[in-house]
């Protein structure tokens, strides 16, 4: 009952940090710690994205719970030179990013992201089928996603 009070607290109010979320558990009866409720994100899979307002606000993973038709986050990648340009939905290019970046794709120096676009810096040797080779490895439909 908790993890389910706690997804749906999350879908219908923005949550901005984990003590505003406890104090909402409490509310509803709920005797919750901080450990606690990490365990609970990270059972449930929620994530931090941009809100759009310059804030950030926790919400469930994209891809959890969904069918692989609603799940794709992915709107685009484009590849020019050293440089690919992952256009996504609004509201997740960070959660994306930071899979990139966790997934130390070899060939990758870095990314930057907003709120619905990544840029992603490639090193001088990576070719444009490597690169989507291995961004399909974290990203399996971005091979079909390529412009």
Do not use: C, W
Not at 8 to 20: A, L
Not at 104 to 129: H, N, P, Q, Y
Request: charged content about 25%; glycine content about 8%; hydrophobic content about 40%.
């Amino acid at each position: 009952m908790r993890l389910q009070a706690v997804e749906n607290i999350v879908r219908e109010v923005p949550i901005d940090g984990q003590e505003q979320l406890l104090k909402l558990l409490r509310e509803r009866g709920f005797s919750v710690t901080q450990a606690t409720l990490s365990r609970d994100f990270n059972e449930l899979q929620i994530v931090k994205v941009p809100d759009g307002d310059g804030g950030y606000r926790y919400m469930p993973h994209p891809q959890r719970g969904q069918s692989e038709a609603q799940s794709s986050v992915l709107v685009s990648v484009e590849v020019s030179g050293q440089m690919a340009v992952i256009r996504t939905r609004p509201g997740y290019a960070s959660a994306l990013a930071a899979e990139v970046d966790d997934a130390r794709l070899k060939g990758v120096m870095g990314t930057v992201a907003g709120d619905d676009t990544v840029l992603v810096i490639l090193r001088d040797d990576m070719r444009k089928e490597v690169f989507m080779a291995a961004l399909a490895t974290v990203v399996p439909e971005a091979s079909q996603k390529l412009i």
